[in-house]
């Protein structure tokens, strides 16, 4: 607290937290690492993470089914929700 006034720690919209569900397995992000793709350990997933969130824009939350195919063209769907915490 400085002369009355109480400080808020500044938090941007690439801290905010994200609820991530891909194919019913949950954890906590952000928009920064989903942004930068580092948010999982697979470049699909993190491929189709970073797609929903730019659906998601300004939205509270989104659900959708991404499909991808990877260099022997199999196709890989997830299922992904992401919800602002």
């Known amino acids: ?3 009355g006034i109480i400080q808020v720690p500044h ?3 690439d ?3 994200i609820r991530v569900i891909v194919n019913g397995v949950s954890y ?4 920064a690492a989903l942004k930068k793709q580092t948010s999982s ?4 997933q993190n491929t189709a993470l970073y797609h929903a969130l730019y659906i998601m ?5 989104i659900a959708t089914t991404v499909a991808l ?3 022997k063209m ?3 769907a997830f299922d992904i929700q992401l919800s602002v915490v």
Do not use: A, E, N, P
């Not at 906590?28 to 928009?31: D, E, I, K």
């Not at 350990?41 to 699909?44: K, M, Q, R």
């Open 1 to 3: 607290m400085i002369g």
């Open 11 to 13: 938090t941007t919209k």
């Open 15 to 17: 801290d905010m937290k």
């Open 28 to 31: 906590y992000s952000t928009r």
């Open 41 to 44: 350990d697979h470049s699909l």
């Open 57 to 61: 824009k300004k939205d509270l939350g």
């Open 69 to 71: 195919y990877d260099g």
């Open 74 to 76: 199999k196709r890989h």
